[in-house]
């Protein structure tokens, strides 16, 4: 190898690390930047564990509504739990063959799969009874007459393969509550967004601003900011749908960002929209961007306050 093979190769690694260098201190500087100006002279009533008892809130206007989802109890809590006559049709059988228990356990994560996640089983203590239930209403509407019917088939023929005895509701009795509860929750189950537009925006520059607003960035790819129960208040998100990851944060440019909370299923549900619009102006500020509603439509303190109230 040439001495002048030597020297470009000496060159070209010293601009590398020159660039890598760049890049770090922008990182820094943007981090110290986002987190001066999100600093806060008061504790964060939302993360602290000791806040206030519920409030109730009024109905926030604004966005289109759509079915609420009810999310069952985590598996751990299942059998404890149980189906909701107020939420799941449901299914009662019984038997007292002695290997009934291990029977049904065996049979029924195939009914599961086939409904999930609209499907829960529930039992008494000993094993000798069971409740089915399938989930009335989700964001994909209400159950329909069809699935019912198959949910019910494949868990007759679950207690028929125990001899247990079965007992279900009336089949259009159903089918009239899961629509009057889809409607239920079309009237109530709102989401509020605001967007922040006029990048692109520095992806290194979106998580310092994000990580110091206490917001942390989640698997589905979109920063979340959770309180001392790990309830989802809001979530930060570009606009365009692009997930990010820690990965390619760095090289990320995304043109907006949305925030976005569900009134519905938002606990402080006042307390958090403040907390998001508080985030959407502390971002617009350090990025030097706007905060915009879905029709890009200027959001000024007045318009805030009124989707607050």
Request: aromatic letters at 4%; a negative charge.
């Amino acid at each position: 190898m040439s001495e002048l093979q030597i020297g470009l190769l000496v060159i070209g690694g010293l601009v590398v690390v020159g660039v890598l260098a760049y890049n770090r201190i922008q990182e820094r500087g943007a981090r110290r930047a986002a987190e001066k100006a999100f600093r806060s002279g008061h504790a964060d009533v939302l993360l602290d564990g000791r806040a206030s008892p519920r409030e109730s809130a009024g109905q926030t206007t604004g966005g289109a509504p759509r079915p609420l989802l009810v999310p069952h109890p985590v598996a751990a809590e299942a059998a404890s739990a149980g189906p909701d006559a107020a939420i799941d049709y449901i299914v009662e059988f019984s038997s007292e063959q002695p290997a009934a228990l291990a029977s049904v356990q065996e049979q029924w994560p195939a009914i599961e799969r086939r409904h999930a996640p609209r499907a829960l089983l529930g039992h008494a203590p000993g094993g000798k009874s069971w409740r089915a239930g399938l989930q009335l209403v989700s964001r994909d509407g209400a159950v329909g007459e069809a699935d019912l019917i198959e949910f019910r088939s494949a868990v007759g023929t679950l207690a028929a393969s125990v001899s247990a005895s079965v007992a279900a509701p009336e089949m259009r009795a159903a089918v009239d509550a899961a629509r009057a509860l889809d409607d239920l929750c079309a009237e109530t189950d709102i989401q509020v967004v605001m967007h922040v537009q006029g990048g692109p925006f520095s992806g290194a520059g979106i998580r310092a601003a994000a990580e110091a607003g206490g917001l942390r960035l989640e698997e589905d790819g979109r920063f979340a900011l959770r309180n001392g129960e790990q309830q989802l208040l809001y979530t930060l998100a570009a606009r365009d749908g692009t997930p990010f990851t820690a990965q390619t944060m760095q090289d990320l440019a995304p043109a907006a960002l949305t925030l976005a909370l569900d009134v519905g299923r938002t606990p402080e549900t006042r307390r958090s929209f403040e907390s998001m619009a508080r985030l959407a102006h502390q971002l617009s500020s350090a990025l030097g961007g706007s905060m915009v509603d879905d029709n890009g439509n200027a959001l000024d303190e007045r318009a805030v306050a009124a989707i607050a109230q």
